[in-house]
């Protein structure tokens, strides 16, 4: 029984109907109704713990020992339902230690991990490493990670110390017999981070650690520590920076094996984020091998494999060689995930590693033996071997396997040697397996109508693949393709997109639909943002994202879209990069404050908000200065947007600046204001703008002594002659060149 389950064990008490306060009876009452919210959630077990003698004297005598009224309604419930443990246990009458209490804790935090409850589960954890004394801290060192660096680079590391316990010997410190951990063996990548000894790394407690050299932690704390690892996984998007974050806890763990199970663990979990790097790969392919092969060994007793079995998000060995065989298909390794996945009897798995062999026949031989019984899927196994099972039940599940098994004939038939020769017959026959598989299910099978839909739209026959697509829809509307996988990206994207336009449904056509609701949009805004935890580098949905969080007012998130939007495409596509009406939203946002001499808010408050003004300002000034400028220099828009960020903070020198920018990169540079008429007359009116706004901000500017630069006419003056003497030849005889001639007058009168 795991510490969880003993903590809310709920024996029957018989408690007299003159025992104490009514309160007290309705307390006892949620206990027995399983309501164990207070016990797991209490800020000190421990403490809490200790009135356990006093409640059950108070409940043995007929009367509470300690008034209700001053008792809140959660140390009620908590000892309560601590006194329910410790009359199934009585062995326990004494308040357990701190690592019983962190273990407690520990497991709730993992079973709010499973629930996807990722706030609960990090503060478990972090309950948890409170209640063990466990002491880290995530900071930087310098040190070098490849074999040709020659200088030091702030690395990532994680700095952790046990609490000291009495039982503890440094005979206990390292395990005797622990799955072994494969070398890295890479031609640049060092095994492990060099870090370089300095006097002082982290903070307060842990600024006396060596980060090449700490201390062995307890088995309990390492457990811990993974848990911290996947919380770090599960608060943060599908990134590189994500894995560099999380690696440091399982490097931490990883140093020092002391325990079987928590080192199979952290290894475990290391071949999991090492998968997706090619120098990486390898290893965490053979590592996860290893670990499979190492399961049955008698290495170690059984009790140090189930010391800390419940602390740990260890999977089974099944499941592990499962992940084995799926990372072989990844690699392109087939033979290899074929072999796993038919000694595990996932048939499923194995004709789809035969469908890529270009072996059809055998695919559809193990199909037509899974529908004559001859084969059964192991989890089909499980599944219908369950006593609990009725047979209403028990006949669903079977008619629904058999329907699948039908679907994957039929797309065995649509990819079979004979589809070039007989296309037609094919489909025929493809149509009538997905028919069959249809009323097989007793119409209750979505992958039938599904593959239907799919094949008639490939024939072109829409009449047919609109109400198999409905009817699919009607019986599963989650489908992944056609609407929202929790996992799966694009299905965000699609929902978003349904909420943008669902306006337009019943409008016919050529007629204008109806705006879209600020509620729709706000939808459609966290659609995208669950969408794009798992597409962090699709710049596409950023672009989306971006948009729409601008429709909604959160002109924060807009920000951060854009700085995306730019990092991924700015160098290749700086026009499809920037979105320019987006960002005249922006400065506007800001420059709707006002600017107070840079003072910040006229109340003197800090900001409330980060989507305008002050508190949007510092997240405006980044995209600009960190993302845009230093990758897309040539777009008068952005020199533009840029400038009159620089007149709201009175900056009139780089405001200027920016705005000869702009005209440099349009005007200046522009061939067709020599021979295009039109781009001309354009040209004139943006040589006029650019006098009239070097006129208004000139004088603003401090000169420089000894520099005509500084003097804005002589800048302004430059400017005409150069556009004159450009386009005189072409276009002297235009009515708009003596509005020219008269500007540069003007300029040589006002000296």
């Not at 074929?338 to 890529?356: I, N, P, S």
């Not at 929902?495 to 706000?522: D, H, Q, S």
């Not at 070097?694 to 430059?718: H, M, N, T, Y």
């Not at 060149?737 to 500007?743: F, I, K, S, V």
Request: charged share 25%; hydrophobic share 40%; with cysteine.
């Amino acid at each position: 029984m795991s510490t969880l389950e003993w903590a809310l064990a709920s024996p029957t008490i018989d408690l007299p109907a003159e025992a104490g306060p009514s309160r007290l009876r309705d307390l006892v009452s949620s206990v027995r109704n399983a309501d164990h919210r207070a016990v797991v959630l209490a800020n000190d077990i421990v403490k809490a713990l200790k009135g356990v003698p006093h409640l059950l004297d108070g409940l043995a005598d007929g009367a509470a020992s300690e008034p209700v009224g001053e008792l809140s309604e959660d140390d009620l419930q908590t000892l309560l339902v601590a006194a329910v443990a410790l009359q199934h246990s009585p062995s326990l009458a004494r308040p357990p230690d701190a690592d019983t209490s962190a273990a407690l804790s520990l497991e709730l935090g993992l079973l709010h991990h499973r629930l996807g409850s990722d706030r609960a589960a990090n503060q478990a954890f972090l309950a948890a490493a409170r209640t063990s004394g466990l002491e880290f801290e995530l900071t930087g060192a310098l040190g070098k990670r490849t074999k040709y660096q020659v200088a030091d680079h702030s690395q990532l590391v994680l700095l952790a110390e046990s609490r000291k316990r009495d039982s503890e010997t440094e005979e206990t410190v390292q395990a005797i017999a622990v799955p072994e951990t494969l070398a890295l063996n890479d031609d640049t990548l060092l095994e492990e981070t060099a870090f370089t000894k300095v006097t002082q790394t982290g903070s307060g407690r842990l600024s006396h650690l060596d980060p090449g050299n700490q201390p062995a932690l307890h088995p309990l704390d390492q457990a811990l520590l993974l848990s911290l690892c996947l919380a770090q996984g599960n608060n943060s998007p599908s990134h590189g920076l994500t894995t560099q974050t999380m690696m440091p806890f399982l490097t931490r763990v990883v140093a020092h094996p002391r325990n079987w199970s928590v080192h199979t663990t952290a290894l475990l979990l290391r071949s999991r984020l090492e998968a997706h790097r090619s120098r990486t790969v390898e290893r965490a392919t053979l590592q996860l091998a290893a670990l499979i092969e190492q399961m049955p060994s008698a290495d170690s007793s059984t009790a140090e494999r189930l010391q800390y079995f419940h602390q740990l998000p260890l999977t089974s060995k099944w499941e592990m060689e499962r992940e084995l065989a799926k990372r072989y298909l990844s690699l392109g390794v087939v033979v290899s995930a074929l072999e796993v996945f038919t000694r595990l009897e996932m048939w499923e798995d194995a004709v789809g590693c035969l469908q890529r062999m270009e072996r059809e026949a055998e695919a559809e031989r193990i199909v037509h033996e899974l529908l004559e019984g001859k084969k059964l899927e192991s989890d089909v196994v499980m599944n219908l071997g369950r006593n609990s099972l009725s047979d209403a039940r028990r006949h669903k599940l079977s008619a629904a396997r058999a329907a699948k098994l039908l679907c994957v004939l039929g797309d065995l038939t649509l990819n079979s040697d004979l589809a070039p020769k007989d296309p037609v017959g094919v489909r025929t026959k493809a149509i009538q397996y997905y028919e069959k598989a249809w009323e097989e299910s007793e119409r209750s099978s979505s992958r039938s109508q599904r593959s239907l839909a799919a094949l008639y739209v490939s024939s072109k026959d829409y009449e047919k693949a609109i109400p198999a697509f409905q009817a699919a829809l009607a019986i599963n509307p989650l489908y992944a393709q056609a609407c929202v996988n929790e996992d799966d990206a694009e299905g965000w994207n699609n929902l978003a997109a349904v909420y943008l336009r669902i306006n337009e449904e019943g409008v016919p056509e050529g007629e204008k639909p109806p705006p879209v609701t600020f509620e729709n949009k706000t939808l459609a805004f966290r659609a995208l943002r669950n969408g794009l935890r798992m597409a962090y580098n699709n710049w596409r949905m950023w672009q989306n994202y971006m948009i729409v969080a601008v429709d909604v007012g959160e002109l924060a998130e807009a920000v951060r879209a854009m700085t995306r939007v730019v990092e991924e495409i700015g160098s290749q596509d700086p026009i499809m990069a920037i979105d320019p009406e987006v960002l005249d939203k922006l400065v506007d946002a800001v420059t709707r404050d006002d600017y107070n001499g840079g003072k910040g808010p006229l109340d003197g408050k800090p900001p409330s908000t980060s989507n305008e003004g002050w508190g949007l300002l510092p997240m405006v000034e980044r995209l600009f200065d960190t993302t845009i400028l230093t990758r897309v220099n040539d777009n008068a828009r952005v020199w533009r947007s840029h400038a009159r960020l620089q007149r709201w903070k009175e900056d009139w020198a780089g405001a200027v600046e920016d705005y000869l920018r702009a005209y440099r990169v349009t005007v200046a540079t522009d061939e067709r204001v020599e021979r295009d008429r039109t781009r001309w007359r354009d040209a004139v009116e943006e040589v006029e703008d650019l006098v009239a706004t070097l006129s208004q901000l000139g004088p603003r500017v401090p000169k420089v002594e000894g520099k005509k630069g500084g003097d804005w006419r002589f800048q302004a003056r430059g400017i005409v002659r150069t556009f004159m003497g450009r386009t005189k030849d072409a276009f002297e005889d235009e009515p708009e060149w003596e509005r020219l001639t008269d500007l540069l007058a003007d300029l040589k009168r006002a000296d």
